[in-house]
């Protein structure tokens, strides 16, 4: 199926959910910043030097996971899981791959909880992964030109 297609669908339904969630969320009140209700992993964000350690957390861990799913997890697959031969000792793909699986896990359980904690979190995750994600591509694609240039 064409890369494209599929894109414009799922953009399609994550416009259709979001405006359902937005329309839920309108009529509901949430909190934004610290609060003695705001608990993630039993730490209370009760201050401001504590819900700015929580925000430069989700950010930095922002980066690092799109590292981990844009990076790494191609190269995995175009350098460890084809049929070419391998072009680094195994060991650094044991290595690189066990990484990627342990990141990918703990990164799971934390992210659970902290976009379940608040909304404006979850919005800070958001804008943040879209930025992450498109300064990443970016720079993909001017390697591309780059190489192209160099044909």
Same mark, same amino acid.
């Given at each position: $199926?064409?890369?494209?297609?599929?894109?414009?669908?799922?953009?399609?339904?994550?416009?259709?959910? *979001?405006a359902?969630?937005?329309?839920?969320?309108?009529?509901?009140?949430?909190?934004? *910043?610290?609060?003695?209700?705001?608990?993630?992993? *039993?730490?209370?964000?009760?201050?401001?030097?504590?819900?700015?350690?929580?925000?430069?957390?989700?950010?930095i861990?922002?980066? $690092?996971?799109?590292?981990?799913?844009?990076?790494?997890?191609?190269?995995?697959?175009?350098?460890?899981?084809?049929t070419?031969?391998?072009?680094?000792?195994?060991s650094?793909?044991?290595?690189?791959?066990?990484?990627?699986?342990?990141?990918?896990?703990?990164?799971?359980?934390?992210?659970?909880?902290?976009? $379940?904690?608040?909304?404006?979190?979850?919005?800070?995750?958001?804008?943040?992964?879209?930025?992450i994600?498109?300064?990443?591509?970016?720079?993909?694609?001017?390697?591309?030109?780059?190489? $192209?240039?160099?044909?």
């Open positions: $199926m064409n890369p494209i297609l599929v894109s414009r669908i799922i953009a399609l339904w994550t416009v259709c959910v *979001g359902s969630i937005g329309y839920t969320v309108s009529s509901l009140s949430y909190r934004i *910043g610290p609060s003695s209700q705001f608990i993630i992993l *039993g730490i209370t964000i009760d201050t401001i030097q504590k819900y700015i350690v929580l925000c430069t957390y989700v950010i861990n922002i980066v $690092m996971r799109n590292m981990n799913f844009n990076i790494i997890s191609p190269w995995l697959i175009q350098h460890v899981q084809n070419l031969p391998l072009h680094i000792h195994s650094y793909a044991y290595h690189i791959s066990v990484c990627f699986t342990l990141y990918g896990w703990l990164d799971s359980i934390i992210y659970i909880h902290v976009i $379940m904690s608040q909304l404006d979190i979850v919005l800070l995750e958001i804008v943040t992964d879209v930025i994600n498109i300064y990443i591509t970016r720079n993909y694609l001017l390697n591309k030109e780059k190489n $192209m240039d160099n044909l």
